[in-house]
């Protein structure tokens, strides 16, 4: 049996990564941040460039997406090629993307404590949210579901420990009304880092 070509599969991704700029775009969202500068990595949860460069706290939640994505489409697809699975979980992270820098979602957002100066993604760090999807879906096919949980459950308590913020905070924090003692928590964290 021979390998299927890959080069249909990185088209398709090419072009996902296409409808996302396009889409962000449209939004009118800025391909990188106003500063004009491109940091590798952005430590202050709080700076106006948080979601504006290629990484900050906020990469490890997109890498556990990835995890998430990889076993739930695992699950309801297993028969379908692991190329076209990562289409699929692209597709999906770069829906929410183009949905996450709506103006609606932007000011849902800055209700929250930890959120408040949020002004959306720059095109770069969205894009760069895709890949890091992309690594961690690509990570989890890879090694042990174990492995790939304990990696989650660290990540999670990391960036709770640091920024008072993560993947479960934010879904939580989208989804809820706010929660007076997570919010007041998350203001700690703004409070101290002045």
């Not at 699929?88 to 932007?106: D, F, K, L, Q, Y």
């Not at 905070?169 to 700690?188: F, M, R, S, Y």
């Amino acid at each position: 049996m021979t390998a299927k070509p890959v080069w249909p599969y990185a088209l398709g991704a090419a072009l996902l990564v296409g409808f996302q700029v396009a889409g962000l775009h449209h939004l009118g969202q800025p391909f990188i941040a106003v500063s004009g500068r491109i940091l590798f990595w952005v430590g202050n949860p709080f700076s106006a460039d948080t979601s504006q460069h290629l990484t900050d706290w906020y990469s490890f939640s997109h890498i556990i997406h990835g995890f998430i994505f990889f076993w739930l489409l695992k699950w309801l697809a297993p028969r379908l090629p692991l190329p076209a699975r990562l289409l699929i979980a692209m597709g999906i992270e770069i829906a929410w993307e183009i949905t996450e820098n709506s103006p609606a979602v932007i000011q849902h957002y800055r209700q929250q404590a930890i959120a408040a100066g949020y002004v959306g993604d720059s095109i770069l760090n969205s894009v760069s949210d895709t890949v890091m999807m992309s690594s961690g879906f690509v990570f989890a096919s890879r090694v042990r579901a174990r492995t790939v949980i304990v990696l989650a459950l660290a990540l999670e308590i990391f960036t709770a420990c640091m920024i008072r913020d993560n993947l479960t905070l934010n879904v939580l924090g989208l989804l809820a009304p706010p929660i007076p003692g997570i919010h007041d928590w998350q203001a700690g964290a703004r409070r101290g880092s002045h």
